[in-house]
């Protein structure tokens, strides 16, 4: 059977979370037709992308040492397909690419790029920044990124995974175009599977009778929805250490709280915000026709929807952060509940650990032996005493 | 050899610039705007980015090199070149910048003049360099003896840097920390100076916040980090009343911990702290989490000198300092604790807000020392050095 290793590199906001949970609950399934998909978790690739690029983030790169060499060495060992998926991978550099390549060994690598329009990118982007503990505005978020000097952190990171004909010469320049395949995200209020199709068809999943129910998605936020969490962040950024915030606000207000409010305004863009994007799509559609990849979908999906009415998050205005901040307010006094309800469990349980040696002390013998210690503690003779005995009876 | 400049983006700029790459590794230090000469580009790898060929044309510089390699020493330096070129820089700053004179898609990174690259941006290189050198070198052994029978038993909490050091130094001398009823030892200084000391410390152990930051983040939820909270820290170790020593007064320490005397302890200068900070992040992605605490100590130890004074609390942060500050005397007094020294000494140092330059550290300071770190391995070579440092008693 032929070697063949499947590399899905980005872009980030693009349905990479239901893909990779799907292949991370379906490895069983995927392994009886010869196709590997080796995650002891569901992070594991994201871990092995953060070693191969040396990224630390936030703590989280501790769990990663050696990540990509055991993930690239389980792929070598594969006698069939193998599938490496994660959006961050689209930021790694010439030498990082070449790097990575040279570690699959001599398996025919494609390359997979799922793709969305700038249109929809930009508002998931910044809301995924203001998920990521910062609050930059709006505004201030497109004036960065429409900079053309690209000299910030999140300009420079927004661009390296985001600049669709940059990520393919990065990782597709010793490819040929019939093993750069890339996936087009359907316009919005699409089918649903139509996405899923789309990735079926690049990974060559069809047929295959997958689990497809969706237990972890990247869910977006409304305007005020977001505008609030950015509120947020202006005060508990700079008090809340990252391991705190990802659970805390990341996942409980963000993902389990905020993103249930599916009637809010979506975000978009600016009318002038909005040409400027399209036109830079059009320009990047040019570009990759002419190359002759492999597309899953069209790449006119790429141009992205008309423009429509605006929400400026930046001008939210009180009565509209009311509904979402009382919403946040209860989910937090829950968790806070429950938290007390583990707190008041683990100190139970000190008690009765404490108890129980309290009455293991009970006894005369106790005492004495007890007595005889303190009052050798106290004197250096005394405590070399101690030490010698201790030794003789071999509890030191 | 042509005379074209790098500046005009022509079919031979490729070759060019494979050309200043191939004359950076045999230790050349010619910029790339003055780079004129050519070599084959088929067959090379990827171009580096600026990051990476600026920084090894400053350890070129920094190593006084010729353009010519001699024997092993010319082996040894372009395998070190080999590593910088291949070297990613950490983080999540700009990926590797591509130069400016070639040709350019008109998509990624704008190009960049190399000798423009910022400090920072060649540290991100330098760090991941040095981490990879600090790993290969492994940990130094810790000294560890028979414990003394008759040792007085105590427990060091307070000033890290001194902690961790007298407890290293006493542990060599058979007298661990520990046992039981121990004294807790509570090691105090000004307030200012033990926040520092305090995430110095932590920048040689897991790394930190940069020190504007770490400090914000205390100063807003209006708390004093574990260890440099005196009343707090002997709490935890469940200090009694008769058992506690809270200690000011650094002379009178080493009767403290039943011995006459300790040597003296060095205080990181602010960028050695900087650099260990960066050090400490890319360790913690190349080793598992149990064997960072031990390489990091060896940097602690071997890091070479710096005249760089360790990093001052700023003028914007002292009254909060100065209020945690009475707030811990306040604590020490209604505890009860017996203090060796004078509380008073807790204050932070009124004369150091008028202490002149930066609060915090200097990225062009802390690229010379990793620089310098790269360029002359001695503090890799042998065991831990005891030489005379700048020191503190």
Known sequence: MSRRVLLHVGCPKTGTSYLQDVLFRNQKVLREHDILYPADRFDAHFLAALDLMTLPWGGLETEAVGAWDRLAEQVRDWHGTSIISHEIFARATPTQVARALESLGDAEVHLVLSVRDLVRQIPAEWQENVKHRSHITYAKF??????????????????????????????????????????????????????????????????????LTAERENPSLGVPETSLLRTINQRVTSILAPPDYRPLVRELLAHQTLSRGVASARLGLAPDDHAWAQDLCRSWVEVMTSRGYDVSGSLDDLIGPDPGSFADPDVATADVLLPPALDAISALLVEGARLRAVEERLHEELREARDERDRARLTPSYRVKRKIVTSLEDSPAGRGTLDAYRRARGKK | MTTTSPQS?????????????????????????????????????????AQQLELLRRLNLASGSSAQPRGDH?????????????????????????????????????????????????????????????????????????????????????????????????????????????????????????????????????????????LRFWRERDQLPDRADLVASVRRWRGHRPFVRVVTDLDRLPRQVGVRSVPAVRVPGADQAELARRIAAVVGLRVPAHERPGLMRTLQQRIPDSTVAPVVVPDRERDWVA???????????????????????????????????????????????????????????????????????
């Open chain 1, 142 to 211: 497109l004036r960065t990124i429409r900079d053309p000097a690209r000299d910030s952190r999140i300009g420079s990171w927004f661009w390296a995974v985001q600049e669709i004909p940059d990520i393919l010469d990065r990782w597709g320049a010793s490819l040929p175009p019939s093993q750069v395949h890339l996936v087009t995200v359907p316009p919005s209020g699409a089918d649903r599977g139509e996405l899923w199709r789309r990735f079926s068809h690049a990974f060559g999943l069809e047929g295959l009778d997958l689990d």
């Open chain 2, 9 to 49: 983006a022509g079919p031979g700029a490729v070759g060019r610039a494979h050309g200043w790459v191939a004359h950076l590794r045999d230790g050349g230090t010619t910029p790339w705007l003055a780079w004129t000469g050519e070599a084959d580009p088929s067959t090379a790898r990827p171009l580096p980015g």
């Open chain 2, 74 to 214: 010319g082996r040894d330096r372009t395998r070190l070149a080999d590593r910088v070129l291949a070297t990613p820089a950490a983080g999540r700053g700009k990926a590797d910048l591509p130069l400016v004179g070639l040709p350019h898609h008109g998509f990624g990174a704008v190009p960049v003049d190399p000798a423009t690259v910022g400090p920072h941006e060649l540290l991100r290189v330098a760090s991941v360099l040095l981490a990879d050198d600090l790993v290969a070198l492994g940990a130094d052994p810790v000294t560890t003896t028979w414990a003394k029978p008759w040792r007085r038993r105590f427990r060091l909490v307070g000033d890290p840097v001194v902690t961790v050091a007298l407890r290293e130094h006493l542990a060599a001398r058979g007298r661990p920390e520990g046992g039981p009823r121990p004294f807790v030892v509570a090691v105090g200084r000004p307030l200012d100076e033990l926040l520092a000391h305090t995430w110095t410390q932590r920048c040689f152990e897991t790394g930190a916040t940069p020190w504007a930051e770490w």
């Open chain 2, 323 to 393: 209020a945690s500050a009475a707030r811990t005397v306040r604590g020490v007094t209604r505890a009860g604790y017996s203090v060796v020294g004078d509380l008073a000494d807790l204050a932070p140092h009124a004369a150091a807000s008028m202490a002149s330059g930066p609060a915090g550290p200097d990225d062009q300071q802390v690229l010379d020392l990793a620089i310098r770190m790269v360029v002359d391995p001695g503090w890799r070579a042998g065991s831990a050095r005891t030489t005379e440092r700048q020191v503190e008693r």
